[in-house]
Structure formats: C-alpha cells, structure tokens
C-alpha cells in the first residue's frame, strides 16, 4: 500500500465554545475522523475574525493531544466568528463550520 501524507481532508468535529470574559473564548472540538487525517495531525489551528468581517484577526494554534483551547487578548462585547483547522506538516486542512461567540460586555 502507497500511502501519500497530505493536509487533512476533514475538519475537527463538534466545534463549540462560549465566553469566559469580556477578552476570553472557551473552545472545545473533536478530533478529524482517522481515515481523513492524510498523515499526523501535528495540531489544530483556531481561526477567529471579528463578524461580519471576512479577514481573519488571527489565529492559535494548540498540539495535537489536546481538543479545546482558549483564545484571549479580544475585545470586549464582540461578536467573533471561529473554526478549527487540523494541520499535518504539509499544511492546513479543511475548516469547520464557523461557529459565532460574543465576548462579554464591559462592566
């Protein structure tokens, strides 16, 4: 069998999260099926663009043993959009579904 390592051809499952703060989103996903990770994950990226806005503001990445993640440093009582991206050493895979999170409103 010739096997061929690629990007993922899937992305991380069951992506959600919520507010911990006015600058914190908490993340939880599951990992890519086995059969459409195309080599070793190394890790998951999280992406997350102020809505509605189509430029990403950046992202984070976390290792590959871990599926949840907190990104900080947002500003408070916005709306972010978010996905997950697994990532093999030839790159970025297929992103999930966005999901929307709001940070909380200044006190």
Do not use: C
């Amino acid at each position: 069998m010739i096997f061929f390592i690629s990007v993922p051809e899937a992305p991380p499952q069951n992506v959600s999260g919520y507010n911990m703060s006015q600058t914190e989103i908490q993340l939880f996903w599951a990992p890519v099926p086995a059969d459409k990770e195309n080599g070793i994950v190394m890790g998951y990226k999280v992406w997350y663009r102020k809505a509605p806005g189509p430029h990403p503001v950046g992202y984070k990445s976390f290792n590959s043993s871990t599926f949840q993640g907190v990104i900080d440093g947002l500003s408070p009582f916005t709306i972010y959009n978010i996905d997950v991206r697994a990532f093999t050493i030839k790159g970025d895979g297929v992103p999930s579904p966005f999901i929307t999170v709001q940070t909380e409103e200044e006190g």
